[in-house]
């Protein structure tokens, strides 16, 4: 059964720190770019950031540029997002999904169900 499960959201204060985790399951992530989105209430899906599948390049939108990193660990089948310099306007249910293929370009095939991320003031 594929698979992608996120963890790591919570509540924190804006400046602080997370790092959340997508783990897969059913397939071997290394050959799928992994992509990070969010959703805002009332707000449109936006993409954050994604990691290519073949030589890790990781792309990152201007709102999180310089704060945000992204890294895999192949032997956990699981993609990271380290969340520095948090911000009010950081909250969101934060997704992963998989690309089948090298880069991080749509359709992405498997989505995950979310997590939680609520940065107060």
């Known amino acids: 059964q594929v698979q992608l499960v996120e963890s790591g959201g919570g509540l924190v204060q804006a400046g602080g720190s997370l790092r959340l985790s997508c783990e897969a399951s059913?397939?071997?992530?290394?050959?799928?770019?992994i992509g990070w989105f969010r959703q805002a209430p009332g707000k449109e899906r936006e993409g954050v950031a994604c990691?290519?599948?073949?030589?890790?390049?990781?792309y990152y939108a201007d709102s999180v540029k310089g704060r945000f990193s992204l890294f895999r660990n192949n032997a956990k089948n699981t993609v990271y997002l380290q969340m520095g310099s948090l911000k009010p306007e950081d909250t969101a249910i934060y997704s992963c999904?998989?690309?089948?293929?090298?880069?991080?370009?749509?359709?992405?095939?498997?989505w995950g169900q979310g997590t939680q991320v609520t940065v107060s003031s």
């Open positions: 990691i290519s599948s073949f030589d890790g390049t990781s």
């Open positions: 999904a998989a690309h089948r293929g090298v880069k991080c370009v749509p359709p992405f095939d498997y």
């Open positions: 059913g397939f071997t992530s290394d050959y799928y770019a």
